[in-house]
């Protein structure tokens, strides 16, 4: 696999966990809304939407390079909520689990 397929694969990954987050987020909301846990939960929407929109963003125009510290921003940017995306989704399965026994 060259270097441009490999960056291609990781973004639409990205995009991907961020779409799960999304979901996961949405149902938790829906389930601890009357609670009043449904911050903690609408924080994966949040972040699982900004990870879909920049993968999306540099999947569809790649940055112009206009200021050179910009792709470095985004890859920064995208790589913590990818991380904390799968961390959250890790979170919210090891909680939820033991409540569905």
Known sequence: MNKEKLSKLILRIEAT???????????LTVAVWN???FVGAMMMIVTGAISVFLGFKELVQPSDHVFHWLPLFYK?????F???NVVLIGLVILTVAPMLE
Not at 17 to 27: D, E, H, N, P, S
């Open 76 to 80: 920064i940017v995208r790589r913590s």
């Open 82 to 84: 990818f991380f904390l």
């Open 17 to 27: 966990i961020g779409v799960i987050a999304m979901l996961m987020g949405t149902i």
């Open 35 to 37: 609670e009043g846990y």
